[in-house]
């Protein structure tokens, strides 16, 4: 693992990923169970292979096989869910201080993505209910 400079952070460094993180949620809880559970898990498990020749050597292949293990276990628990996309926001950290960034031409992107990660994580960590039922209490989610 090699230095680079790390790349100064605006405002909208912080904004726009918090609102990614919103959007992505508002978007999973349209889909009905058993199906987001199942998507998101193997969703996760992708995410995980995202920084592979990201500039960390071997370290990026034990990163996604232990996410790849804790995202398995999301099959059946959104808490597993929510600790691979944890996983995944020190991963995206790491690479913003010592890796590539996630994203080539956008510096500043593997901070961004470990806002994003970080909002998402909360919502699987707290059981990933929809949040249309919240405001609209006969709406479940689309149907399959």
């Known amino acids: ?12 460094n912080y904004i726009i990923p918090v609102v990614i993180g919103l959007v992505f949620i508002l978007i999973m809880s349209l889909v009905s169970e058993p199906s987001r559970q199942k998507f998101n898990a193997i969703f996760v498990a992708g995410a995980g292979a995202a920084y592979l020749s990201g500039g960390l050597g071997g370290w990026e292949f034990a990163f996604t096989a232990v996410a790849t293990v804790v995202a398995y ?71 399959s």
């Open 73 to 143: 276990k999301g099959l059946d628990s959104y808490r597993y869910i929510g600790l691979a996309w944890l996983l995944h926001t020190c991963w995206d950290i790491m690479h913003h201080l010592y890796g590539n960034p996630i994203v080539v031409f956008q510096p500043t992107s593997s901070f961004g993505c470990a806002i994003s990660d970080t909002v998402i994580a909360i919502w699987f960590l707290f059981g990933a209910p929809t949040v249309y039922k919240l405001s609209h209490p006969k709406r479940t989610g689309l149907q």
């Open 1 to 12: 693992m090699g230095t680079h400079a790390v790349p100064a952070l605006q405002p909208l």
